[in-house]
Every structure is written in structure tokens, then in C-alpha cells.
């Protein structure tokens, strides 16, 4: 049985096993039949042209995982920013670990999803916000037809958050093939302040396909300082739809790291409802073998005298590919914008690819955009300059590498993200980077 009929076939079964209310059972039929209509992407559909899923959908998934796996945290310490006192927010095959976690708060609302849909406390935020922005999508309605299970996080008005949270998605990989759908509602409150770390780990060296989708709402004067650590194993797919809405002079900034994985697809949309806001989209990519990333953006600014900056790095070894689909829209309105777009790529390899797409779609004449893209290699002059000076070849390329992908890691604000960032870039290079940051 193909795929799509296995999870049409299983929505009864599912549903008849969670406890939802009548209106979520509406959104989660409307999404269903969406899926059904539209299924898969495939490179037919021009968003999707350079990425195939194709070979990860031969799998046969487990759409129920088991979901009774123990973990022990000495078998996932490593996998946390364990430097750090922070808030957890753990997930084992989709199911939430109290063991695992801790979101011990005040001023703060910090729990499952499941939890705000069901709490009368809860229920008018989870209502005004949830699957407000989502774009109904292939992917997107599969997740809100299948989720289970995420991470809520509500942070009232004036409040800042005094240390980071972390969600993290493990999978033990005790099924044969595992798919996951983990849904995010993140809202944060006028003049309100955090910053969140996010990552997904298979456990086990089984087939695993990750759809996860968050929406996150930043009010007036809201800042939110996001960052996905995607270092998976090569037996994980993972595919992140993240939808952004900001109000007038709020502050998103979200860093992807890519690393890890088989196939990653990050679907990034921005929304800038009000004056003055400010969305920063960063990221860098290091990828060898057969690894497949793949960054779509969007930036869509409706109200004038706002900023976008874009800035993402790729290096590619091997028979790697690297997408980079970025898309900014300047509606009529939006006069007085400033948008700005780069793409750099490095290939350290005859035989990886990188297929880049830039676009600007500007109705409005007042306006200061800009975009770029480059693909090429190492310098040759520099390099040679380095091992003249003493720096063995290897060690002298890391250096370039690295000193190429800074731009993005200086805008880290959190120092033990940086330094956790950091040697996982060593580690891609083979090196070690030997100086303090």
C-alpha cells in the first residue's frame, strides 16, 4: 500500500484514539481532505523542483509509533545545550517525557499543546492563534490532520524570559520506519522576550520522516530569538514548516544550523502585520555524501518602513545538494522597506550541487532591496598564504571554511549555542578550531 492510502486509510483509527473536541475534529477533517486532494509534493510543483521525496515515501511508516520507550537521560544528555540552565521541553517517539523535562515556571506558560487545548485557561489563546497563519499546504495539512503532541508557549506581556527554552524531538526508532507530525504554538505578548532552541534526534539508525510544524506569534514590541539545531543521523528526513506573523515593531530572528540528516526541507514564511519590524533569517549548512538540505524562505512585508535580513551559508562535500529558494514580497503598502538577501556557497567537491532561486516581487517604489548569490570554492591565494605561514592544508581550510560561515554565527546570542554550534562545525570539518570565541 502506497503511503498516502496507509495514512487516508488510518485517519478513523486515529482519531477514534485521541481525545479532541468538536472543533479541532473540523480543522482536523478540512486538513485531511486537503491532504487527500494535493498529497505528497513532487518536483513537478516549482516550489518543490530541486527536492524529491521520492525516496524517503518508499518506507513503510509507522503512523501509530510505539510510544513506551524508555530513555534514559544519560543516552540523550549530549544532545542538550546541558551548558546552560534552561527550560525542557522533551519528546520521546512523539509522546511527552516528564522524566526528561523541566518547565518549573513562574509568570510564564510553558506546557503540551494538548494540555492548552484542553485547559479553560488556555483555551481563548489556542483559539485565537492556533492554525491562524499555518499555510494549508501538502505537507502542513498532513501535520494538522496527525498531530498529537507539541510544545505550547505562551509568554505574557512584559515579561522576558530569563533563560532559554529547549524542545527536542527524540525518536528511539523501535518501529522499523517511524513518522512523527510534532505541531509548535508559540505566542509571545506585547514587550515580552525569549529565546528558544529546538532540535530533532533520531536514537536509532531506522528509517524516520519528521513533519513538524510551528507557528509562532510575536506581538508589538515582542522579541524572539530562535534556533534549530538540525544534526541528525543519515537514516532522518526531516521536514520543518515554521510560519512567523509579527506585529508592529517586533523582533524575530531565527538561526538553522543544518548538519545532519538525509533530506531537510525548512519551509520559513514570515508575516509583517505593523510598522518598524525587524526579521532576520539566518543560517549555515555543512553536508557531505548523499545529503540533501534544502531552505525555502519567505518574507512577505504588508506595512511600510519594515526590514528583513537574510544571510545563509552553505558548504558541500561529496555528492551533497544544497537548495536555496528565497523569496521576498513587497506589497503596495509596504514603502520605506529595506530588504535584504545573500546566499553564499562553498563546494569542496567536483561532484556536490547547489541549486539557488533568489527572487524579489516589489509593488511598492519606495523601497531598498537587494539580493545576491554566489557558488564557487575556496581561494587558492588565501589558502596557499595560510600554509606559508606554517597552517598544515587541512587545518588552513577549515580556517576559510569557518571564517566564511562567522558572519552568521556572530549574530548568536546565546554563547553556549555558539560554542555547541562551533565544534559541530569542527567536527564536519575534521578539525579542531583551537581559539576561544
Not at 52 to 60: A, F, G, P, W
Not at 293 to 307: A, G, R, W
Not at 315 to 343: L, M, P
Amino acid at each position: 500500500m502506497e503511503l498516502k492510502e496507509k495514512i487516508l486509510s488510518s485517519y478513523v483509527a486515529f482519531e477514534n484514539g485521541v481525545n479532541i473536541n468538536s472543533d479541532l475534529h473540523e480543522i482536523r477533517t478540512e486538513a485531511l481532505q486537503n491532504f487527500e486532494k494535493l498529497g505528497f509534493p513532487t518536483k513537478k510543483l516549482e516550489a518543490w523542483k530541486y527536492t524529491s521525496l521520492n525516496s524517503i515515501l518508499k518506507e513503510d511508516y509507522s503512523i501509530f509509533p510505539d510510544r513506551d520507550a524508555a530513555v534514559e537521560l544519560a543516552d540523550v544528555k549530549k544532545y542538550f545545550i546541558h551548558e546552560i540552565d534552561s527550560y525542557k521541553i522533551i519528546f520521546v517517539d512523539g509522546k511527552y517525557s516528564s522524566f526528561l523535562s523541566n518547565t518549573t515556571h513562574d509568570g510564564k506558560d510553558i506546557c503540551l499543546l494538548s494540555a492548552a487545548f484542553s485547559k479553560e485557561k488556555y483555551k481563548p489563546i489556542v483559539e485565537k492563534y492556533f492554525n491562524k497563519i499555518a499555510k494549508q499546504d501538502n505537507l502542513t495539512s498532513l501535520n494538522t490532520a496527525f498531530a498529537t503532541e507539541g510544545a505550547f508557549i505562551h509568554i505574557p506581556k512584559n515579561v522576558e524570559v530569563e533563560k532559554p527554552i529547549q524542545i527536542i524531538n527524540f525518536t528511539t526508532g523501535k518501529e522499523n520506519a517511524t513518522m512523527l507530525q510534532p505541531r509548535n504554538l508559540i505566542v509571545v505578548e506585547k514587550n515580552a522576550h525569549v529565546q528558544i532552541i529546538e532540535r530533532h534526534q533520531n536514537l536509532n539508525n531506522n528509517a524516520v520522516l519528521t513533519n513538524s510544524v510551528t507557528e509562532i506569534y510575536t506581538d508589538t514590541h515582542a522579541t524572539v530569538d530562535y534556533y534549530k539545531i538540525q544534526n541528525d543521523n543519515n537514516s532522518a528526513s526531516l521536514v520543518d514548516n515554521t510560519y512567523i506573523e509579527q506585529q508592529k515593531e517586533s523582533t524575530c530572528s531565527l538561526h538553522t544550523f543544518s548538519f545532519g540528516g538525509n533530506i531537510t526541507r525548512n519551509n520559513l514564511n514570515f508575516y509583517q502585520k505593523g510598522e518598524h519590524i525587524n526579521s532576520i533569517l539566518k543560517g549555515i549548512t555543512i553536508i557531505e555524501g548523499k545529503q540533501h538540505v534544502d531552505h525555502h524562505t519567505l518574507v512577505n512585508h504588508i506595512e511600510p518602513n519594515c526590514e528583513s535580513h537574510q544571510d545563509y551559508k552553505g558548504i558541500y562535500a561529496d555528492r551533497s545538494t544544497g537548495v536555496f529558494n528565497g523569496k521576498v514580497i513587497v506589497e503596495k503598502e509596504a514603502q520605506k522597506t529595506n530588504a535584504y538577501q545573500q546566499n553564499n556557497n562553498v563546494l569542496i567537491s567536483d561532484k556536490a550541487t547547489v541549486n539557488a532561486k533568489p527572487q524579489l516581487e516589489i509593488f511598492a517604489d519606495d523601497v531598498k532591496c537587494s539580493h545576491g548569490c554566489t557558488i564557487g570554492q575556496l581561494d587558492d591565494q588565501a589558502l596557499f598564504y595560510m600554509q606559508q605561514r606554517g597552517i598544515p592544508k587541512k587545518e588552513a581550510n577549515a580556517l576559510l571554511m569557518y571564517a566564511f560561515a562567522n558572519t552568521v554565527l556572530e549574530s548568536v546570542k546565546i554563547p553556549e549555542v555558539k560554542k555547541r554550534i562551533t565544534k559541530l562545525i569542527a567536527d564536519k570539518l575534521g578539525v579542531n578550531i583551537g581559539f576561544d570565541l
